[in-house]
């Protein structure tokens, strides 16, 4: 099997599964008609789309494993903003949560927004208010992110979280709504398989922000840049971001001393409030 070969290898796995095309299409979040184009050789699945695929199936971890490496040949992936929204936020964000399920480390480096596993509604509401969204596809993609956030609670998942202190004082919402989301990340923080970190502006730095990125176990890098999102599968990359990561790791604050600077900056939000 082959990356050409791919798509008729899976329609050939699901017809064995006994499983409706539809069932998989559903489970995958994605249409039946895309579904039916990667089995046809018509549209070439990505990396995202074997992984959905194959945890809607069911297969064993050795098929899995056989499968993802054909899909992961292709080392790097882009796909342009422009495509997503066509898909759908909401339904991206059901894929994403699918990956997630499926993940038992979660890496996460943020320099830009707070990550949304931890974002509140509203905060939310602000991100995706930006991309032009009508009222129903922002509701349902608010819902489709908040959904997400179940996962946190799994007992069998470790969650590691780098946030830049910028973050926590960018102005994209008014500050009762920061302090919100700063309150929320402090609840979460205390969640026995959830550190949080966040890198001090006050902290001399060897190392240079960058860009977001998330580590889902040793298998994938998801990078966000401004025109598309970027997934890498090559194991010399994942290491370079490993390392970055690990970097930021030694920077940050984290625990008590975390939460006291959060803490402080959602109280200077609190005091602006009050002298409006």
């Keep these: 099997m082959n990356r050409s070969s791919l798509g008729s290898a899976l329609r050939a796995l699901r017809e064995s599964s006994g499983i409706e095309a539809k069932a998989v299409a559903r ?3 994605m249409s039946r008609s895309k579904l039916s ?3 046809n050789g018509n549209t070439s699945p990505s990396v995202t789309d074997v992984d959905c695929i194959l945890t809607a199936l069911a ?17 790097t992936e882009v796909t342009a903003w422009r495509l997503i929204r066509r898909l759908g936020y909401n339904r991206k964000q059901q894929q994403v949560q699918a990956l997630e399920s499926q993940t038992s480390l979660l890496r996460l480096f943020q320099p830009s927004l707070v990550p949304g ?5 509203e905060y939310i509401r602000a991100v995706f208010a ?6 129903v596809q922002l509701e349902r993609t608010i819902g489709a992110r908040l959904a997400r956030q179940t996962v946190l609670y799994a007992d069998d998942k470790t969650f590691r979280f780098i946030i830049t202190e910028s973050v926590l004082r960018w102005r994209i919402v008014a500050p009762l709504v920061m302090v919100g989301q700063l309150d929320k990340l402090i609840s979460v923080s205390r969640l026995p398989n959830v550190d949080i970190r966040v890198v001090s502006l006050a902290t001399p730095q060897v190392d240079f ?8 176990d040793e298998r994938t890098v998801t990078i ?14 994942i290491a370079l971001y490993a390392s970055k990561f690990e970097g930021f790791v030694h920077a940050a604050v984290s625990g008590d001393e975390m939460r006291e600077l959060v803490a402080s900056i959602r109280d200077g939000f609190l005091r602006e409030q009050e002298t409006r």
């Design 27 to 29: 489970s995958a979040a």
């Design 224 to 237: 966000e840049t401004i025109h598309a999102e970027t997934v890498v599968t090559d194991p010399r990359d």
């Design 209 to 216: 922000p960058g860009h977001s990125f998330s580590i889902k």
């Design 130 to 135: 930006r991309r032009n969204l009508t009222e």
């Design 59 to 75: 297969v064993s971890e050795e098929v899995k494993a056989e499968y993802m490496a054909v899909a992961r040949a292709a080392a």
């Design 37 to 39: 184009k990667i089995e």
């Design 117 to 121: 596993l931890l974002q509140t509604p």
